[in-house]
C-alpha cells in the first residue's frame, strides 16, 4: 500500500460524476462533498501485493497515519483513494474493504474519520501547510 499524506488547512472533495471502476459505492446525495479542516488528508493506493494480507496491510497502516497524526496533533483525516500515481494496483474490491478496516481502526483509537466513496470522479480542493512533515509518503506491507 502506497500513502501520500498531507497535513491540510483544509480539504474538500465533492463528487461529479461515476468513474471507470467496475465499482462504484453509493453515497448520500446530501453527502456529495467530504471536507475537514486542520487535519491530515491520506492519498491512498491498495496495491496487488496487499490482497493477500489485508488485515496486516490494514493494521500497518493505520499505525503510520496515527503516528503522523499525533505528531501534528490532528484528530481529522481523510481517507481518499489515490490510485493514479501508482502502477501495480490491487482489485476495487480490496481496495475499499482495506480503507474501511483502516477507518474503523483509526476510529477506534479516537480519531474522526471521513472516506471518500470509492468509483467516482470528483473535484479536489485543498491547502496544504508548509512545514518539515507536512508532506509525508510511506509503502506499508505486511
Do not use: C
Not at 496486516?56 to 490510485?83: M, P, T, Y
Amino acid at each position: 500500500m502506497r500513502l501520500l499524506m498531507l497535513h491540510v488547512d483544509y480539504f474538500a472533495s465533492t463528487i461529479t460524476e461515476k468513474g471507470r471502476s467496475k465499482i462504484v459505492e453509493e453515497f448520500d446525495p446530501s453527502k456529495r462533498t467530504t471536507r475537514i479542516d486542520e487535519g491530515l488528508l491520506v492519498l491512498a493506493s491498495v496495491e496487488r501485493a496487499d490482497e493477500v494480507s489485508r488485515e496486516a496491510v490494514s493494521q500497518n497502516a493505520s499505525v503510520e497515519i496515527a503516528k503522523l497524526a499525533d505528531q501534528l496533533k490532528v484528530r481529522q483525516v481523510v481517507l481518499h483513494s489515490f490510485a493514479h500515481l501508482f502502477a501495480d494496483l490491487g482489485s476495487p474490491e480490496a481496495a475499499i474493504e482495506v480503507l474501511k478496516r483502516i477507518q474503523d481502526i483509526l476510529v477506534g483509537r479516537g480519531f474522526q474519520v471521513e472516506r471518500t466513496p470509492f468509483g467516482w470522479f470528483n473535484t479536489l480542493e485543498l491547502r496544504a501547510k508548509g512545514h518539515p512533515i507536512s508532506r509525508v509518503s510511506r509503502i506499508v506491507t505486511a
